[in-house]
């Protein structure tokens, strides 16, 4: 039989912005990331493979849950320039995106 261990209250934050940044080389709020573009992923809902920062954790029921094909987790992201979506929607300065679709930016040295 397997025992939980409390870990503790788990920090309260008046919204997602007052949360730390995300740590150098993990996914969260502050993250710079790019989403991946049709080269990589002819899938992706952002085919020029946009640049931006992490904002918020997605709003997704689904959020944290691996399935067949990775995470379904999602986070809101803030475009460095507005976006046009696979549909030719847009402009988007922000939209959610699912996690699958983004790379951790490289760090500045």
Do not use: N, Y
Not at 2 to 13: H, L, N
Not at 14 to 40: C, K, N, Y
Not at 58 to 69: E, F, M, R, T
Request: charged letters at 25%; glycine letters at 12%.
């Amino acid at each position: 039989m397997f025992t939980r261990r409390s870990r503790g209250p788990e920090p309260e934050f008046e919204s997602d912005l007052d949360r730390p940044p995300a740590l150098p080389g993990r996914m969260g709020v502050g993250a710079q990331v790019f989403v991946v573009d049709t080269d990589e992923d002819p899938t992706t809902p952002w085919p020029s493979g946009p640049t931006g920062v992490v904002l918020r954790a997605g709003g997704s029921a689904w959020q944290g849950v691996s399935s067949i094909g990775g995470s379904a987790r999602t986070w809101w992201v803030e475009f460095d320039v507005e976006q046009t979506d696979r549909d030719g929607r847009g402009p988007f300065d922000r939209a959610q995106v699912a996690e699958r679709f983004l790379r951790l930016a490289p760090p500045i040295s």
